[in-house]
C-alpha cells in the first residue's frame, strides 16, 4: 500500500461506499503504514464504515470518542457504537466498555459491570481483557480477590504475548503470589518482556542481575538492562543507574552522568532521584554546588512523605 497510485484508488473505493475499502484506508490512517498517520482521517473513514455496518469499525470509532482521538470527544457517540458492535459480541468494544467502567469515563465507575465486561470479552478470547481481569482479580475489584484466578488470566493473556500480563506473572512468582515462589521462573517472564523492549521488563530483570535472584549477581549486565530501560524514560531505571555511576559498580564511576540519570528521573517526581539531585548539589558532586538548589530538591523529595533517611 506504499505505492501513491494504490492509495489513491483506495481512496476512490471508499468515497465510493465500499466498506472494506473504508475500513481498509482507516487502518491505514490509524496506523501509519504505508500512509501518512492521520487520526482524523482514521476517525472519519471508520465512522463511514461504522454506518454501513462494519463491526470493526464501529468498535473502533466507539473507542476514538470516548478518548478523544482524532475526532472530538463525546461519550455519547462513543457509547452509542461501542453498544452496536458489543450486541454483535466484538470483544474489542465490550472490552472497552469494561475500561470505561473501571474508570470512569462518560459513566460512573463500577467496578463489578467492568468485571462482567471484562469476563465476556476474555471469554470471546480478548487478550487485553484477560490481562484486565487478572488485574480485577488481584485486587478484588468487582470480584472477590483471588491470586489464583489472577494468575490464571495472567497466564492465558501471556500466551497472547500481553506484556503487563508476563511482566505481572514474573511478579507474581517473584514474590509467591497465587503461585510457588520461584526467583528462576521470574526471571524467565522478566527476560521475556526485556527482551520485547518492554521498559518495566527491562528494569525488573536488571534488579535480578543487580540482586543475584534467579541469576548470578552481575551489576555490568543489570547496567545494561537499566540503560535500556532509562533511555525510555522509565524513571526507576534511570535512578538504579544513576547509583551504579555514582558508585562506579559495574560502570564507570562518574558523577556527572549519575547527575544526569537522577536529573531526568527527578524530573518525573521520583522522590528518591529527587532526593539524590539535592545531595550532589549540596556536596557539588558532578554538579556545581548549590546550596538553594539542594533544598529545593530536599523539600521536592520530602513532599512525598517518605522518609529520606531510609535512601540509599
Not at 463525546?74 to 461501542?82: G, I, Q, V
Not at 559498580?249 to 562518574?254: I, N, Q, T, Y
Request: negative net charge; glycine residues 10%.
Amino acid at each position: 500500500m506504499a505505492e501513491n497510485t494504490e492509495i489513491t484508488f483506495l481512496i476512490g473505493q471508499a468515497k465510493g461506499g465500499d466498506v472494506t475499502a473504508q475500513l481498509t484506508l482507516a487502518g491505514l490512517y490509524d496506523s501509519g503504514l504505508g500512509i501518512a498517520q492521520n487520526m482524523g482521517l482514521a476517525a472519519q473513514w471508520y465512522r463511514e464504515a461504522a454506518r454501513q455496518g462494519s463491526v470493526e469499525a464501529q468498535a473502533r470509532v466507539g473507542e476514538m470518542y470516548l478518548e478523544g482521538v482524532g475526532i472530538r470527544q463525546d461519550y455519547d457517540e462513543a457509547f452509542y457504537w461501542l453498544r452496536l458492535a458489543a450486541g454483535q459480541n466484538n470483544a474489542d468494544a465490550i472490552a472497552v466498555m469494561g475500561w470505561s467502567h473501571q474508570n470512569a469515563l462518560g459513566t460512573s465507575q463500577n467496578y463489578k459491570k467492568a468485571y462482567q465486561c471484562y469476563l465476556r470479552a476474555a471469554e470471546l478470547g480478548h487478550a487485553q481483557a484477560r490481562y484486565n481481569l487478572g488485574y480485577m482479580f488481584a485486587n478484588g475489584l468487582g470480584v472477590q480477590q483471588s491470586l489464583t484466578s489472577a494468575v490464571k488470566w495472567y497466564r492465558l493473556a501471556a500466551k497472547q504475548d500481553n506484556l503487563k500480563a508476563q511482566l505481572n506473572l514474573g511478579l507474581c512468582s517473584l514474590y509467591g503470589q497465587g503461585v510457588a515462589q520461584s526467583d528462576v521462573e521470574a526471571v524467565e517472564w522478566f527476560r521475556k518482556t526485556a527482551e520485547q523492549k518492554y521498559a518495566k521488563g527491562q528494569y525488573n530483570l536488571g534488579l535480578m542481575y543487580l540482586q543475584g535472584k534467579g541469576v548470578p549477581k552481575d551489576t555490568s549486565t543489570a547496567a545494561q538492562w537499566f540503560s535500556a530501560a532509562a533511555e525510555q524514560n522509565y524513571d526507576r531505571a534511570q535512578y538504579e543507574l544513576g547509583l551504579l555511576h555514582l558508585r562506579g559498580d559495574g560502570v564507570e564511576k562518574d558523577s556527572e552522568v549519575a547527575f544526569k540519570w537522577f536529573s531526568k528521573a527527578a524530573s518525573d517526581d521520583y522522590y528518591k532521584a529527587q532526593y539524590q539531585v539535592g545531595r550532589l548539589f549540596a556536596e557539588g558532586d558532578g554538579v556545581e554546588k548549590d546550596s538553594r538548589k539542594a533544598v529545593t530538591w530536599f523539600h521536592a523529595a520530602t513532599e512525598s512523605d517518605f522518609d529520606l533517611a531510609s535512601i540509599s
